[in-house]
């Protein structure tokens, strides 16, 4: 099955799951349709680790923290929005699909869910952010692409 023709698939699943269509014919055509999503995902599911974004181009990114909005207040990425990740879809028009998006959480597992969703809703240009918030503090937070380029020390 040609990509166009499996997102179109995905869209119809979407509508499916927003209708709350409890028929057993309508889970299973949702059903097929996130299975022919995933088989032409890339491997990644568009994840990206912190070391990867150099700090010049994290302004590059709408960065999304996809926690809740006490979490987000205490600490957050400088830059993201507060988009609680259960509200991605509800909130997609505030999403642009002309720049690359980032979304994060806690460790990573609810914003995958949250960019999952956002893929199968049509946006591609959306990337996920390994082992979260966690992890990018862990790893040096905006300098953590440069941590690890830098020269060893002997």
Not at 47 to 72: L, M
Not at 79 to 103: C, F, M, T, Y
């Amino acid at each position: 099955m040609q990509p166009t023709r499996k997102i179109l698939a995905l869209f119809a699943a979407l509508s499916i799951f927003s209708a709350a269509c409890s028929s057993a014919s309508a889970n299973d055509e949702a059903v097929k349709a996130m299975e022919e999503y995933l088989d032409f995902v890339d491997y990644g599911g568009a994840t990206i680790f912190p070391e990867q974004i150099p700090k010049e181009d994290w302004r590059k990114f709408h960065v999304i923290d996809a926690r809740d909005k006490d979490q987000y207040t205490k600490e957050h990425i400088p830059g993201a929005v507060n988009l609680e990740w259960r509200q991605v879809i509800a909130q997609r028009q505030s999403i642009p699909k002309d720049k690359p998006v980032l979304i994060y959480c806690n460790t990573g597992s609810l914003s995958a869910q949250a960019g999952f969703a956002l893929r199968i809703a049509g946006y591609d240009n959306v990337r996920i952010l390994q082992g979260g918030f966690a992890e990018w503090k862990t790893k040096g937070g905006l300098d953590a692409a440069s941590k690890v380029t830098a020269a060893a020390k002997h």
